[in-house]
């Protein structure tokens, strides 16, 4: 009776197929239902999470197994701009500036971080575009909870490989201020409120600080960006300096 041998190259595709079934057509990908099953359980994992702050040895290299096992879902795909185009709501992330982000807002009762997004404006583009990070922020029971105030993060980006973009920091800025809660909170010791109370109310809902993004050598911030995974309803990241990003895609705002 004959025995057959797999060949080494053989036996590391066929163990392949087993741990990543979407690369079971040499960069195809699977069928629609094991890429959603794949989604589900990225999802599924990074659950009760607080976005990353709160995760365990195991959690975590769970989550990391179901970034690889999407990611190799969409293996070797370009970009599409079109599709990346919109507004995507932070789910999840490894990265240690946001997690520093997080953590203040859980350990210092002034500070307050809600929704965080990235939008991308990159329709009509075809090598780069815009890329906005979004971080509605509050002070409790001075401005509105989690939607009080907005840190904007601009970058310009170009596609530099398949899957990379370079990202170009320009600027900084705080803005859409929400002074309702300021307003009833002070109210009992101005009224009748007089033009300069008014005035001074006026000034705040309306400030928009603004710094350019520069290093000590006065030259633009950047660094690269790699999407490993994109699709009409997920997007998945991972930063030069370390970090993965989960995200969802939401409404687009103004």
Request: aromatic fraction near 8%.
């Amino acid at each position: 009776m004959k025995t057959s041998v797999l060949s080494p190259r053989a036996t590391r595709k066929s163990s392949t197929r087993k741990m990543y079934p979407c690369f079971a057509t040499d960069g195809i990908k699977d069928n629609k239902p094991d890429l959603e099953s794949r989604k589900l359980q990225l999802l599924m994992a990074i659950q009760d999470t607080q976005r990353g702050l709160m995760t365990s040895a195991h959690q975590r290299s769970s989550i990391e197994e179901a970034l690889v096992g999407l990611e190799s879902c969409d293996a070797g795909t370009p970009i599409k701009l079109l599709e990346l185009d919109g507004t995507w709501r932070l789910e999840y992330t490894s990265a240690s500036d946001v997690l520093i982000l997080l953590e203040s807002s859980a350990r210092l009762p002034f500070f307050q971080v809600g929704q965080i997004f990235q939008k991308f404006e990159c329709k009509s583009q075809s090598n780069g575009g815009i890329v906005r990070n979004v971080v509605r922020w509050s002070i409790p029971n001075l401005l509105e909870d989690e939607d009080g105030a907005t840190l904007l993060v601009s970058a310009k980006f170009s596609v530099v490989s398949g899957r990379n973009i370079y990202l170009q920091f320009e600027e900084i800025a705080v803005q859409d201020i929400d002074t309702s809660k300021l307003q009833a909170l002070i109210a009992p010791a101005i009224l009748p409120r007089s033009f300069l109370s008014l005035q001074i109310l006026q000034f705040i809902q309306s400030l928009k600080a603004q710094v350019p993004v520069r290093s000590q050598g006065r030259q633009t911030v950047g660094g690269l960006y790699y999407l490993s995974y994109l699709d009409g309803n997920m997007l998945l990241g991972r930063a030069e300096r370390g970090g993965a990003f989960v995200f969802t895609r939401t409404r687009p705002f103004v």
